[in-house]
């Protein structure tokens, strides 16, 4: 027996449920590609993805996932035989370090923790060292999916600047933009690279750098540029050139809505909504834990992020669990990934996602917890409905 039937509650970070509107937006014929239509779409797309980015810098959109931005990051600014720091706090920034490594480049990894966010006092510290200038750039993801960290991107900024160093600052946003703040310019990050499949509430398949003059000046004596990813080249007046080729003209519509109803519900009502939906989680974790078997990944309550939280099993197998939410209730739970692969699942709340999701997702959870007897304090789902009714004012 199940309780199945009806619409799945997607709790993944990523790809996120897309909105209805969306998907309409996209459901068109094809148009043609050199009509002032898609010129117009282009233009205000490449405005807009700066504009969530908040940065003065320019937008490049690719036909890729996540992990082509980051090849497009790295391929316009460095040389075979540069050398990179890499800031770990989970598995993706040190997995963009490893594309770097392959394609020749040099990378230190200082040493972090899947519990923790980066230092940026060690930051500083490290960058003081290296008195030659050595480390070309510094690479760091404002959230990371796989921990459940979010890092001061501010305060890294900070310590570069402190150390006197002149190392470009580039930061993956894949889990964070549309989900929370991202002042680029004001933190003084020069290349930010995300994802349409997240906070960004589209399908898969776009790709998103922003640079700022300083990395479009370091752009041009870049050894590893290619040509699909060239920035030179998709600066060209012609249309199929900011693309490198046909156009991916549906998902640009689908994209140009998504970022439609992210402006109208406005930014900082966008983030807040998800600072509200993310502590009602965090909640709800805080009494399961009483239990003693259930608990954070990431220590220090100031440090989970507002995307997606880890939540550890211990003595128990998560995927039992994340199996019986899917088959009898249709709420699909992230699956733990590098060091907590077994030992953890992932709640996502990131993107097109409201107090009604959120909830039923907790209440699934606790429904599971019960059935699998996996001990844990009840009351969880009742601690998020508090939360939200004291914060959400008539």
Known sequence: MSVRAGREFLAIPGPTTVPDEVLRAMHRPAVDIYSGQLLALTDGLMRDVARVFNTKGRAYIYSANGHGAWEAALTNVLSRGDKILVLESGRFA???GEHARRMGVEVEVLKGDMRRAVRSEEVEARLRTDRGSSIKAVLVAQIDTASGVVNDIDAIGQAIRAAGHDALLMVDAVASLGCMPFDMDAWGVDIAMSGSQKGLMSPPGLGFVVANDRAREVHKTAGLRTPYWDWTDREGEEHYRKYAGTPPEHLLYGL??????????????????HQLLAEAVRLAIGVWSKGQVIGFNIIEPSERCDAV??????GHDPDLLRAYCNAKCGVVLGHGIGELAGKAFRIAHMGHVNAPMILGTLSVIEMGLAALRIPHDRGGTQAAIDWLGQQVKA
Request: no cysteine; hydrophobic share 50%; aromatic share 12%.
């Open 94 to 96: 040190v997995s963009w």
């Open 256 to 273: 140009r809505q998504a970022l439609d109803l992210l402006f109208e519900e406005g930014l900082e009502n966008v983030f807040r909504r």
């Open 309 to 314: 939280t880890p939540v550890l099993v211990n």
